[in-house]
């Protein structure tokens, strides 16, 4: 879904966002390690068992240098079971991401090591297995994360919602559409973005869109911003051809909502489109969730990255030194805010 063109966004540093909570959305997260942690010729990081490291090395070094380095407070929510209407899409992905597998084949056959990296980055796939190994590591650093009855961006918007996190951490623009008061989009260290249809790299800087302040601007509500998606698609419902965000907005301004748009409009309109509108405005989230940080569990964290994982022991004991570090700063900050309430 490309509401980017009408998207209203502050450019911030990741500076501004210390002291904050955000409700990250792991799988989004993940996928983009596993896109861009890879060897040379395009080949994900692994394990001596074979078993696939890459996203496990960005949530070690990259995601708690955030924590560390940035004060932030990060909660990792991973997706549940998608919408019915969500089969197509997924369908859609996995065969681009086999397309694009065999085209790395065939770069690396050709030594074309650039073009294969470019393929490489598309050809991501996220399994049982590495998600579980994910929320492993995640609780030996005592890390809280939330599992999602349905969609993450579903449950991190409520978090959001609820005051529990100040805001929603994704690169999509569903978070909105979910009702996020905030959404931070391109939280990220490297500050990179590598575009595998040009092969060539972009500078990423942190955003910030306050949901709010989007609608008042265009004055429409949430649900007319949903009926917006709608008409341009969205990953539950194909859009209509030849309309853009644009024109997309004007049509919701002027006539106000689906039902009431012209015929020759409204008959092209997914025929699913008020099931759709229900997945954003009742969202399948968890009420009942639980954002505490534990302590870090560190010769179980050896044993799972060094000895069964193979990370090398000096970087890792680097990573659990920082973590540390910071949880014992963390825990001295609450308790100074304890006594400073009482």
């Known amino acids: 879904m490309n509401l980017a063109p009408i998207i209203l966004r502050r450019v911030i540093s990741l500076k501004d966002l210390s002291g904050k909570s955000l409700a990250v959305d792991a799988n989004n997260t993940l996928y983009q390690f596993l896109a861009l942690i890879r060897t040379q010729d395009g080949s994900p990081l692994t394990a001596p068992d074979g078993s696939i490291t890459s996203h496990l090395t960005g949530l070690l ?10 004060n932030m407070d990060l909660i990792f929510v991973f997706d549940g079971k998608p919408p ?60 809280p994360y939330v599992q999602a009855p349905g969609e993450a961006e579903a449950q991190a918007a409520y978090m959001a919602m609820k005051g529990d996190v100040w805001a929603s951490s994704s690169r999509d623009y569903d978070s909105l559409l979910f009702g996020a008061p905030k959404l931070i989009r391109y939280l990220t260290i490297s500050g990179m973005e590598f575009l595998p ?82 997945i954003f405005l009742e969202p399948n989230v968890d009420p009942e969730y639980s ?22 022991r000096d970087r890792v004991k680097r990573a659990i030194k920082r973590l540390i570090n910071y949880q014992s700063n963390r825990r001295q900050r609450r308790l100074e805010e304890w006594f400073i309430k009482g």
């Open 61 to 70: 070094y990259r995601s708690t240098r955030l924590i560390c380095d940035y």
């Open 84 to 143: 019915e209407c969500k089969v197509k899409e997924i369908e859609k992905r996995r065969r681009a991401r086999e397309r694009a597998i065999e085209e790395w084949r065939r770069a690396l056959e050709a030594g074309d090591y650039a073009k294969a990296f470019s393929k490489a980055v598309m050809t991501s796939r996220l399994t049982k297995n590495m998600i579980e190994d994910a929320k492993r590591l995640l609780s030996l650093m005592g890390i």
């Open 197 to 278: 249809s040009l092969g060539i790299s972009r500078r990423l800087e942190p955003e910030l869109i306050t949901l709010n302040e989007l609608l008042n601007y265009y004055k429409i509500t949430r649900r007319q911003l949903i009926d917006i998606a709608i008409l341009i698609g969205t990953d539950f419902n194909d859009g209509v051809r030849g309309i853009g965000p644009k024109r997309a907005l004007d049509l919701v301004r002027r006539y106000g909502k689906i039902e009431d748009l012209p015929e020759d409009v409204r008959v092209k309109v997914a025929p699913n489109y008020e099931r759709v509108r229900r």
């Open 291 to 312: 954002i505490h940080y534990e302590p870090l569990r560190e010769e179980e964290l050896y044993h799972f990255l060094c000895d069964r994982k193979g990370f090398s």
